[in-house]
């Protein structure tokens, strides 16, 4: 129901952007956000936006790099990715909840995950 892609080989300080696109369902409504998960690591929160697309988080890692939004048909959520370090090399995930405050690992909606790797 959730479809990540945009992943690929980039170099260090490039810039990269990140699609998840829904079907199936609607998600117009639903926080949606992006995790991340390094070889060897835990999934992790990297951004999220609210479903009115009035709010957003981001992760310290992240925040003033990556920047989270919506598609005007709220359906469809984005990651702009810029000044990526070796450190972002992970895959990619698309999660969505009911609320921002409750969108974390154990959220209902994932994607399948595209892969980020950054040379240095």
């Known amino acids: 129901q959730l479809q990540a892609s945009g992943g690929g080989l980039v170099q260090a300080g490039d810039s990269l952007r990140l699609s998840c696109a829904a079907s199936?369902?609607?998600?117009?409504?639903?926080?949606m956000g992006w995790f991340r998960q390094a070889p060897g690591k835990e999934r992790e929160f990297v951004a999220a936006?609210?479903?009115?697309?009035?709010?957003?988080y981001y992760a310290d890692s992240v925040k003033g790099r990556f920047t989270v939004s919506r598609g005007n048909a709220k359906n469809t959520v984005y990651l702009q990715m810029n000044s990526l370090k070796p450190e972002d090399t992970a895959v990619y995930y698309c999660a969505a909840d009911n609320f921002l405050e409750t969108l974390s690992t154990e959220s209902q909606y994932w994607g399948q995950g595209t892969l980020v790797t950054v040379s240095s």
């Open positions: 199936g369902r609607t998600f117009s409504n639903f926080a």
């Open positions: 936006i609210s479903g009115n697309g009035g709010s957003k």
